[in-house]
């Protein structure tokens, strides 16, 4: 033990054959290699094991390193190091993950996208079967416009494709791949309102249902009420009284009933009485998100859209109109 590390010294059991990692034919020994690798930590200290290990003669053309189970060729860590990484990545920031294990920044990234790669089996889609629903997105991999469009099986919750880009083209590539079978087989793609994806469905998959998710459906509604004319037409029409009323309302009209503070629903219910626009507004948001609160049939689930857009007519806002 030396500066808060812990060295672990492992030789060989001889009395195990030796085999050829790649083609997993018994050798005997052509020479003995070390090798130095990083485990979880014991105690909160550094855990380095030193590996004997050996290089396997097979015949006089082959010669062979043999495997070793819990430590991936090239890899500087344990396989279940590597686990433990990527899933505190999962919950964590990747600098929060490299001060906690004591790596550098770039180490556990690299660790957390072979582990992922390793784990993350995909079929091709040419090899999908049985798919009924299925949903596409777009993911921000990074800050700025690098996007990856992603699809994934609602019904099984499988990730089943990523792809850079987020055009008609790239989603397309995918629909493009499957089999008759399978694209004849699929019912409804869920998916935003981007012109992009709707066009690749029409195109590839014409006899299947676009649905659009109630995440982005609210999204539109909500920029409506609150980001696009209801709420600043309010403001300027209202007096000094209702203008000091209308700042800082947004995250109120935004907000669904539960999440809001204490103090707040009393601020909110203030607002809504002084004017008839933004509750009529509130309103209908409330009833449109409601409409998925209970699971109901197709039929019934349309007949209550087709009467929310009734009254979103009747409101006479323009902007939720446009949404009906």
């Excluded at 070390?34 to 930590?41: A, F, G, K, S």
């Excluded at 062979?64 to 819990?70: M, V």
């Excluded at 929060?96 to 992922?116: E, F, Q």
């Excluded at 700042?247 to 004017?275: E, T």
């Amino acid at each position: 033990m030396k500066e808060d590390v812990i060295h672990i010294d492992c030789r060989r059991d001889n009395r195990f054959a030796m085999r050829g990692n790649s083609s997993a034919q018994h050798g005997i020994l052509n020479r003995w290699l070390r090798r130095v690798i990083e485990d979880i930590p014991l105690f909160g200290m550094r855990t380095l094991v030193h590996i004997e290990y050996a290089q396997v003669f097979i015949n006089r053309s082959l010669v062979e390193i043999e495997r070793l189970p819990f430590v991936a060729p090239g890899s500087r860590v344990t396989d279940r190091f590597a686990r433990l990484i990527s899933g505190l990545c999962r919950y964590m920031p990747i600098s929060a993950v490299a001060l906690y294990v004591g790596l550098r920044w770039n180490t556990v990234k690299n660790i957390d996208k072979a582990w992922i790669k390793k784990t993350l089996l995909m079929k091709r889609p040419s090899d999908l079967e049985s798919l009924e629903y299925i949903g596409v997105d777009e993911v921000a991999r990074a800050k700025g416009h690098d996007y990856v469009t992603v699809v994934y099986d609602l019904g099984s919750a499988d990730l089943l494709w990523v792809h850079e880009g987020r055009t008609a083209a790239v989603l397309g590539q995918f629909l493009a791949a499957l089999t008759e079978e399978t694209a004849n087989g699929i019912k409804a793609l869920a998916m935003d309102m981007g012109l992009a994806y709707q066009c690749a469905v029409k195109t590839w998959l014409p006899n299947t249902d676009i649905v659009f998710d109630r995440f982005h459906v609210m999204q539109m509604y909500n920029k409506a009420l609150a980001m696009a004319t209801v709420r600043r037409s309010q403001f300027r029409k209202a007096d000094e009284e209702g203008k000091e009323m209308l700042k800082g309302s947004r995250y109120l009209l935004l907000s669904n009933k539960c999440n809001l503070k204490d103090g707040q629903q009393p601020v909110l219910n203030a607002l809504l009485a002084a004017n008839d626009a933004l509750n009529m507004s509130y309103i209908l948001k409330e009833q449109l998100q409601a409409l998925w609160d209970h699971p109901v049939s197709f039929e019934q689930m349309s007949a209550n859209l087709e009467a929310w857009c009734e009254l979103a007519d009747e409101s006479g806002l323009a902007p939720i109109k446009r949404v009906a």
